[in-house]
């Protein structure tokens, strides 16, 4: 999924969950892989939860 987790917008992503290709929790944790790798660059996430 992380390789492909660009090439789709959010209405994507759901559909990809609603369908079973992926689950809701597999996908999070390619958001947050996402979003610790680019952070440092961006300096945009301010706090964790």
């Not at 992380?2 to 999070?28: F, H, K, N, P, W």
């Not at 947050?32 to 945009?44: G, H, K, Q, S, Y």
């Amino acid at each position: 999924m992380q390789s492909e987790y660009l090439d789709y917008d959010a209405i994507g992503l759901a559909e990809l969950v609603r369908s079973g290709q992926v689950s809701a929790r597999e996908l999070i944790d390619t958001a947050i892989t996402r979003a610790e790798a680019v952070d440092p660059a961006l300096n945009a996430i301010v706090l964790k939860d």
